[in-house]
């Protein structure tokens, strides 16, 4: 049964699920096997490097995001909504601070970083990107999320980033896009991290087409608003290869005022897909 974290800062201060296993040490995952990989990912809509005081700083993202010293990183807002669709990030920067790249090169936007403001951080030399997708999403609103298949240890692995709409409806048919774009989710590891803009779990979720391919579980916290987190809009989506042993929304001196949303992190453990390892 899929609840909403009471939004209580001592709950997000101390996340939620199952403390994860000690280092050398492997819990099974929810489809009985024990898993052959154990990462760190998160997610962080950047509100366009415009902090709750008003003030644009990307360098306040980039050291949110240092913090967080995830394996991958999924960003929303990153680029300027209109216009040039200008990347906001310093992505030098994190390179050399940090050593994350982004999945996805300048391409047709070329100044943009990301596809609909969506980036996806690794931390070089912890896996190895294969495809890439640019999904366009339907809806009112322009939105869309980037598809991203990671080989980590020989392990497949599928990472989405997405940002849906403001408006239920568009978000509901977002989400069938993506799960169709996603086709199959039941033969690798998949992830799906971003800003949902869905507060509502259960029947009355516009995420319920995701059911029951890609699921949250029980493991809803609130991250938005970042000074005092109500909902749960930012969210980790996973499929049966892929357990979450522990998640919080991330809330220090900084991500309180870096931006309205407070990032969400998440470690995880990954199996091999039933098909990939041919059981």
Known sequence: MKHIVPALRRNLTRGAGREPAPVGQKRPTHDGHDPALTISVASYNVHKCVGVDGVFDPGRILNVVLELDADIVALQEADQRFGSRRGLLDLKALYEKGGYRSVLDQGSRRLSHGWHGNVILYREGSGKVGNVHKITLPGFEPRGAVLVDFDFADLPLRIIGAHLGLLKSSRARQAEAILNAAHPVGDRAVILLGDTNEWRTGGRSALKPFDPHLSDVDMTI??????????????????????????????TELSRVASDHLPVKAVIGVTRGLAASGE
């Not at 608003?225 to 919080?248: A, C, G, I």
């Open 222 to 251: 609130a991250s938005f608003p970042s000074r005092f987190p109500l909902w749960p809009l930012d969210r980790v989506l996973t499929n049966k290869h892929v357990t979450v042993y522990e998640m919080q929304a991330v809330e």
